[in-house]
């Protein structure tokens, strides 16, 4: 609303220039002079564009949609850039490419950290010139202007309840883990444990190791997990590439597991109308990134300085779980 305002008013302000050259024009040269002196003032009244760069954190599904969405904010409006940027899995990349954009004078960060300690020097110098940041999914230690995600903890409770309830309350299930280091880890872990703990204590979590996100990487580590306990009856990947990893292994095996991922990308969802995989937690990513996208319009237009939060925003966005029995909910334009 501020950016379109702003517009109309630069409009009928050149409108009211225009007519007074024209004035100045018929007086003769001192209107000539004049004509000269008010669209100098009119050139330089323009407003600068506004710049945003999206760090990803490796190009997936997930940072795709997150960059349509915020394209389909920005894309409305006038003179703003976007850029998206690879963090390439690791966290010297993206302290690099921070300090490329900050020193490049963007408007507003976008950031999915890989590091949410390691990220955080960059942020605090990101503040220190005045350049809000906004992290997406993934949070950093470092206070910034807004974080938005699902609700990584109580969406793994339920799909701790839901696996539960689906292996008979009892049984193995194992873990395919993201590397240290990262928040949504801690909370999507800590979340299927303590679900475990509440909703199904006789349930045993026998395995809990890093597949690195990786499809390839989860079916290699879970084929190692099933040697030694070739009874599992369940398998929770933190992210739905590692759940589809789990899914290759089970049906090349021909051995019945009840896997969850989480996310809801598109080819999950699929998997859980196709029958193989159970479930996973989904949150509309497109609406997230028009959400940030939202958010930093409103800092970048408004003159809102990095400096002026003293307190970090955070957005919850909705979440399902998604099921055979809940799936359908979820419409082909909100999938990713």
Do not use: C
């Amino acid at each position: 609303m501020r950016t379109r305002t702003t517009d109309t008013y630069e409009t009928s302000r050149r409108e009211v220039m225009k007519n007074l050259a024209l004035g100045a024009l018929v007086a003769g040269s001192s209107g000539a002079a004049l004509t000269g002196t008010l669209a100098s003032s009119a050139r330089a009244a323009e407003p600068a564009p506004i710049k945003m760069a999206f760090i990803q954190f490796q190009p997936h599904t997930v940072s795709s949609a997150w960059a349509k969405g915020i394209q389909d904010v920005l894309s409305i409006q006038p003179k703003f850039g976007f850029q998206l940027l690879d963090g390439q899995a690791k966290a010297d990349i993206q302290i690099s490419l921070m300090d490329t954009v900050i020193n490049d004078g963007v408007n507003v960060i976008f950031v999915q950290p890989v590091d949410s300690v390691g990220i955080g020097p960059s942020i605090k110098k990101a503040a220190r010139k005045g350049i809000p940041v906004i992290t997406l999914n993934i949070d950093s230690t470092a206070k910034h202007a807004a974080h938005i995600e699902m609700n990584h903890y109580f969406g793994a409770m339920e799909i701790a309840n839901a696996m539960g309830t689906m292996i008979g309350g009892k049984g193995k299930v194992a873990i395919l883990n993201a590397p240290p280091g990262i928040i949504i880890r801690d909370q999507r872990t800590n979340g299927f444990v303590d679900g475990m703990k509440k909703y199904h204590p006789d349930v045993q979590i026998v395995a809990d190791q890093v597949a690195d996100w990786d499809r390839k990487k989860a079916q290699d580590v879970l084929s190692t997990i099933l040697t030694a306990h070739p009874d599992l009856g369940g398998v929770y990947g933190v992210n739905d590439s590692m759940a589809l990893g789990a899914m290759d292994v089970a049906k090349s095996k021909g051995i019945k597991l009840v896997i969850f991922g989480n996310d809801g990308e598109k080819d999950a969802l699929e998997a859980i109308e196709a029958g193989d995989l159970a479930g996973t937690q989904y949150t509309d990513v497109f609406q997230q990134g028009r959400f940030a996208a939202a958010v930093a319009t409103v800092l970048a237009t408004g003159g809102v300085q990095a400096s002026a939060f003293a307190e970090q925003g955070h957005l919850l966005m909705p979440y399902v779980i998604a099921t055979k029995e809940t799936v359908g909910t979820i419409q082909t334009y909100q999938r990713w």
